[in-house]
Nanobody, 115 residues
Framework: QVQLVESGGGLVQPGGSLRLSCAAS????????MRWYRQAPGKERIIVAY???????NYIASVKGRFTISRDDAKNTVYLQMNSLKPEDTAVYYC?????????WGQGTQVTVST
């Protein structure tokens, strides 16, 4: 069956880095656009970054220059490298796979940026 499993979250100090991973299975990963979303406490889930099946990438303004999305189609995995983290980056981060065939979500991983 379809699975998206995020990992790599945790507690980090402001200015630190984390690398999130999302391992996919059960669908043709290389055909899908992959997105990272985040949801802060009491707020709506918002998109953070996406990467298409031809590796075009884009970011929301607040993370541009600090976050990098990438994908390894041989490993069916998408990554989100997060540098210069700020307290406002604290959220549950979710990966999403999307194509004309369907949309799938992972269960999320918590990222907390705090002293």
């Amino acid at each position: 069956q379809v699975q998206l499993v995020e990992s790599g979250g945790g507690l980090v100090q402001p200015g630190g880095s984390l690398r999130l991973s999302c391992a996919a299975s059960g669908f043709p990963f290389s055909d899908y656009t992959m997105r990272w979303y985040r949801q802060a406490p009491g707020k709506e889930r918002i998109i953070v970054a996406y990467i298409t099946n031809v590796k075009d990438a884009n970011y929301i303004a607040s993370v541009k220059g600090r976050f990098t999305i990438s994908r390894d189609d041989a490993k069916n995995t998408v990554y989100l490298q997060m540098n210069s983290l700020k307290p406002e980056d604290t959220a549950v981060y979710y990966c999403q796979a999307q194509s004309t065939s369907g949309t799938y979500w992972g269960q999320g991983t918590q990222v907390t940026v705090s002293t």
